[in-house]
């Protein structure tokens, strides 16, 4: 049952899709700053479709990502 609802949250091509909401969402993340804070933790963070993970690790010295679902967040980091 666990592994059907965890399908129900996969969209194929959401990171190409949301490239504009990504960027939005990484903006608010960053708070307007450029000076670089301690950490973040990321709750939910699945695939990272919604955020990039690339601008944010150049913004915070350390990113914590949380979810059940350990292999969405492998993926995310590739």
Not at 72 to 78: D, F, K, S, V, Y
């Amino acid at each position: 049952m666990f592994e059907k609802i965890k399908a129900s949250f996969q969209f194929p091509n959401a990171f190409y899709d949301w490239s504009d909401y990504r960027m939005h969402v990484t903006e608010l993340v960053c708070g307007g700053s450029s000076a670089k804070s301690d950490t973040l933790a990321v709750l939910g963070a699945g695939r990272c479709c919604d955020i990039d993970l690339s601008v944010l690790s150049e913004r915070f010295r350390g990113i914590t990502l949380i979810d059940t679902d350990e292999a969405a967040m492998r993926e995310a980091l590739h």
